[in-house]
């Protein structure tokens, strides 16, 4: 198993900065994907950005240029960098985990993120 924790959100104005991070335990070895996921009332869930275990990268088009995915391997955190947050960014954020043998999906239980306006 393995088991996510997020911290890091909070209430930000518009145009300011905030950074997650997500501490992977357990049987992180087998982890070949790191991901942020985000949930805004009465919409799906959505990829924000993810990271594999080479260091490719990939950010939805509504973040790129503001949001960097990252990863300390020797904490076993994970990172996204917010910078210019939007209203439209307000959201919890999850952090998720991908396993491929076999393909199982881990989940934080998440973080809220509140941007005024």
């Known amino acids: 198993q393995v088991h996510l924790v997020e911290s890091g959100g909070g209430l930000v104005q518009a145009g300011g900065s905030l950074r997650l991070s997500c501490v992977a335990s357990?049987?992180?070895?087998?982890?070949?994907?790191f991901a942020w996921y985000r949930q805004a009332p009465g919409k799906q869930r959505e990829l924000v950005a993810r990271i594999t275990s080479s260091g490719s990268t990939y950010y939805a088009d509504s973040v790129k240029g503001r949001f960097t995915i990252s990863t300390d391997n020797a904490k076993n955190t994970v990172y996204l960098q917010m910078n210019n947050l939007k209203s439209e960014d307000t959201a919890v954020y999850y952090c998720n985990a991908l396993r491929k043998l076999p393909v199982t999906q881990f989940w934080g239980q998440g973080t809220q993120v509140t941007v005024s306006s």
């Open positions: 357990g049987i992180i070895f087998s982890i070949t994907d």
